[in-house]
Every structure is written in structure tokens, then in C-alpha cells.
């Protein structure tokens, strides 16, 4: 066995560790394999390899994108090339897409008399990815939510009174921008979508036919029943199953860097690791 980890996040997005950091807390926790992938960013990706080096860990560079979809569907890039400039202008769009996102659900806050600012927002994030956790970290810091979770589940999850939606690429756009900077795409913690079998299955049809490489069977979000059942749909569709912990930080208490999983898990020669 071996401990790896494929999808976790840094103050460049939605965590709270700095890519160093981050990988520090893999290294404690003997982290062999393991892949940065913050959304809709790739700036913490030279940080981050330069860490993994420093502290022997193989470093794999990714992202996140959301796919536009009325339920979580999210797909990591793995062994991307960050430079690509077709990469970096989609990426810079969706970030905008954010931004205007952000001012509209601070105006909502507001209306509703919780008084948050997108500069208290920015600020909290650091990073040049602003996201709702960002907005839940300032209303917990002003005492206007008691937790994370409550910020969400009352004022800026899905359906509540501050949440507006995000402009998203197509799934198949988020495969094709993938394979346009040569990396290889994986759906991200399937168990999220909440789709039952028969539309799940004609979900992986079609993304599979366009180039979907991998599923995330397992994941910080997946019991052990749901890691069996997923490790089945993945071979079903001929897709090699991946592990990630989904690693955020502080904010995501109970969940923490390093999966463990057998060594022949997946070919490691693929996403540039040796093993």
C-alpha cells in the first residue's frame, strides 16, 4: 500500500495552506504521490512542484473546473501544462465569471441585512480565486453565521437567498480544454452528483466517449460501501479510478491529506510517477 493523494487545495483557491504547507502536512502524514488541484487556477502549481521536490514527494500538476450541470459536477485535470496559453485565457474568463458571481451574492447579503463586502471577501481570500467559502469565512468572522456549514445552508448554498448561480463551461468543454493542455481528465467525486443509476450511466457514456480518462472512486466524500460501487462503474466504463481526499483545510474539519491505496491502482507511468 501506499499513500497518495489527487485532489486537494491551496490559499490559490478555496484552501487554507499555502502550497507549501500543504505539502509539509503531505509529507507528516507520508504522502507519496500528490497533485494540486485548485480551482479554475494553476499560479500555486510552480510553488508547489518546487515543494514536492524539497520534501520527496511526486508532485503532479492539476486543476478543477466546474462543469455547468444542475447538480456537482466537477472535473481535475492531471499532468496539465500549465502554460498553455489557451488554458490560461479559459481559465482567466471563468475566474471573471466569478468575480461578478461574488459582487452579486455580497449585494444579496446585504439586501437581507447581513453586511459583507466584496473587499472583505477579497481580502479573506488571498489568492486570486475568490469563492463562496471565502464569502462563509467573513460572515463566520463577523459573527453573523456560527460556522461554515451555516453560512451555507442558510444564505449561500444552492437555493438559499444569497446564492446566485455560476457561468460554467460545458462538461465537454472542460474535457476538451483538459486534452488541450495535454492532460489527462477525471470526474471528481461522483458520489456528489446524486443521480440515480440510469442517468449516471448515460452521464459516463457520453463523457467517456469524449475522452474522460479516470473517476475519483476514492474520495473523502465516499464511505467504504460507495468506494466499492464506484470502483465497479469505473470498470464498467473502462475509466481508471483515481483517490483524492479532497483536502481544503481548516474549513473541512474530519477530513485530512493522504489516501491510502494499492500500489497498482493506476498506471503512475501515465501521470508522470514512478513508484
Given at each position: 500500500?501506499?499513500?497518495?493523494?489527487?485532489?486537494?487545495?491551496?490559499?490559490?483557491?478555496?484552501?487554507?495552506?499555502?502550497?507549501?504547507?500543504?505539502v509539509r502536512r503531505a509529507a507528516r502524514r507520508h504522502v507519496s504521490v500528490l497533485s494540486l488541484t485548485d480551482h479554475d487556477t494553476t499560479s500555486?502549481?510552480?510553488?508547489?512542484?518546487?515543494?514536492?521536490?524539497?520534501?520527496?514527494?511526486?508532485?503532479?500538476?492539476?486543476?478543477?473546473?466546474?462543469?455547468?450541470?444542475?447538480?456537482?459536477?466537477?472535473?481535475?485535470?492531471?499532468?496539465?501544462?500549465?502554460?498553455?496559453?489557451?488554458?490560461?485565457?479559459?481559465?482567466?474568463?471563468?475566474?471573471?465569471?466569478?468575480?461578478?458571481?461574488?459582487?452579486?451574492?455580497?449585494?444579496?447579503?446585504?439586501?437581507?441585512?447581513?453586511?459583507?463586502?466584496?473587499?472583505?471577501?477579497?481580502?479573506?481570500?488571498?489568492?486570486?480565486?475568490?469563492?463562496?467559502?471565502?464569502?462563509?469565512?467573513?460572515?463566520?468572522?463577523?459573527?453573523?453565521?456560527?460556522?461554515?456549514?451555516?453560512?451555507?445552508?442558510?444564505?449561500?448554498?444552492?437555493?438559499?437567498?444569497?446564492?446566485?448561480?455560476?457561468?460554467?463551461?460545458?462538461?465537454?468543454?472542460?474535457?476538451?480544454?483538459?486534452?488541450?493542455?495535454?492532460?489527462?481528465?477525471?470526474?471528481?467525486?461522483?458520489?456528489?452528483?446524486?443521480?440515480?443509476?440510469?442517468?449516471?450511466?448515460?452521464?459516463?457514456?457520453?463523457?467517456?466517449?469524449?475522452g474522460l480518462w479516470g473517476l475519483e472512486c476514492i474520495s473523502g466524500h465516499h464511505g467504504a460501501g460507495e468506494i466499492y460501487y464506484w470502483l465497479?462503474?469505473?470498470?464498467?466504463?473502462?475509466?481508471?479510478?483515481?483517490?483524492?481526499?479532497?483536502?481544503h483545510g481548516v474549513d473541512r474539519p474530519g477530513t485530512d491529506i493522504g489516501v491510502a491505496v494499492d500500489e497498482g491502482l493506476l498506471p503512475w507511468?501515465?501521470?508522470?510517477?514512478?513508484?
Amino acid at each position: 500500500m501506499i499513500v497518495v493523494d489527487l485532489h486537494s487545495h491551496s490559499t490559490f483557491s478555496d484552501g487554507t495552506f499555502n502550497p507549501e504547507a500543504l505539502v509539509r502536512r503531505a509529507a507528516r502524514r507520508h504522502v507519496s504521490v500528490l497533485s494540486l488541484t485548485d480551482h479554475d487556477t494553476t499560479s500555486g502549481l510552480d510553488r508547489f512542484m518546487r515543494a514536492c521536490r524539497k520534501e520527496g514527494i511526486q508532485g503532479i500538476t492539476g486543476v478543477e473546473l466546474s462543469a455547468e450541470s444542475p447538480f456537482t459536477l466537477h472535473i481535475m485535470g492531471y499532468r496539465i501544462s500549465g502554460g498553455n496559453s489557451v488554458l490560461q485565457e479559459k481559465l482567466e474568463q471563468l475566474r471573471q465569471n466569478r468575480r461578478r458571481r461574488n459582487e452579486l451574492m455580497v449585494e444579496k447579503l446585504s439586501v437581507i441585512g447581513l453586511p459583507v463586502t466584496i473587499e472583505e471577501v477579497e481580502s479573506e481570500s488571498g489568492g486570486e480565486v475568490v469563492a463562496r467559502p471565502h464569502i462563509a469565512r467573513v460572515l463566520v468572522k463577523k459573527g453573523l453565521v456560527p460556522d461554515i456549514a451555516a453560512a451555507f445552508k442558510k444564505y449561500i448554498g444552492r437555493g438559499g437567498p444569497a446564492y446566485v448561480a455560476n457561468t460554467r463551461l460545458s462538461p465537454e468543454e472542460c474535457l476538451d480544454l483538459i486534452h488541450e493542455a495535454d492532460g489527462l481528465p477525471v470526474l471528481g467525486h461522483p458520489g456528489l452528483m446524486g443521480l440515480d443509476e440510469r442517468d449516471l450511466f448515460i452521464l459516463l457514456k457520453r463523457l467517456a466517449d469524449r475522452g474522460l480518462w479516470g473517476l475519483e472512486c476514492i474520495s473523502g466524500h465516499h464511505g467504504a460501501g460507495e468506494i466499492y460501487y464506484w470502483l465497479k462503474v469505473a470498470a464498467r466504463f473502462s475509466l481508471f479510478p483515481t483517490a483524492g481526499s479532497d483536502f481544503h483545510g481548516v474549513d473541512r474539519p474530519g477530513t485530512d491529506i493522504g489516501v491510502a491505496v494499492d500500489e497498482g491502482l493506476l498506471p503512475w507511468a501515465r501521470l508522470g510517477v514512478r513508484i
